[in-house]
């Protein structure tokens, strides 16, 4: 398949892995905007949030179970976000569904800010 998470997770494209399980990989985004900048993709190809359906967003909480878990590994205590962009408005580049986290700064909070 033509997209570049799925060939990250196939190992085609090298990454500096974070976390790893069954269903879902997490590796340092190539172009941080926050001190600390990680990707959380599912294995499976998903598109992006728009796609997720009935049948498969119990990934989603896989995710969110792997954020918090690598959350209290590296003790970010004093905060971290989580963004999902999703379309052209919001400006996603890769249609593969990811899940940014963000920490080691303290952030605004505007849709055009970002951090
Ligand atoms: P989006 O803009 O779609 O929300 O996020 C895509 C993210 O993927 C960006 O933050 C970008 O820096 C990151 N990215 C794009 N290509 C690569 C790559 O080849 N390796 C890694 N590690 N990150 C990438
Ligand atoms: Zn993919």
């Not at 494209?13 to 879902?24: Q, R």
């Not at 590796?27 to 001190?35: E, G, H, R, S, T």
């Not at 600390?36 to 190809?45: A, D, G, T």
Request: net charge negative; aromatic share 10%.
């Amino acid at each position: 398949m033509d997209c570049l998470f799925c060939k990250i997770i196939a190992g085609a494209i090298p990454s500096t892995k974070i976390y790893e399980d069954e269903f879902v990989y997490a590796f340092q985004d190539i172009n941080p905007i926050a001190p600390l900048h990680y990707l959380f993709i599912p294995k499976q190809h998903i598109s992006g949030a728009s796609a997720i359906t009935a049948e498969n967003a119990e990934i989603v909480g896989k995710i969110f179970t792997a954020i918090a878990k690598v959350a209290a590994e590296e003790k970010l205590d004093s905060g971290f976000r989580v963004i999902t962009n999703c379309g052209a408005d919001a400006g996603q580049t890769v249609p593969h569904l990811h899940f940014h986290l963000l920490a080691g700064i303290e952030m605004g909070w505007s849709a055009n800010s970002g951090v």
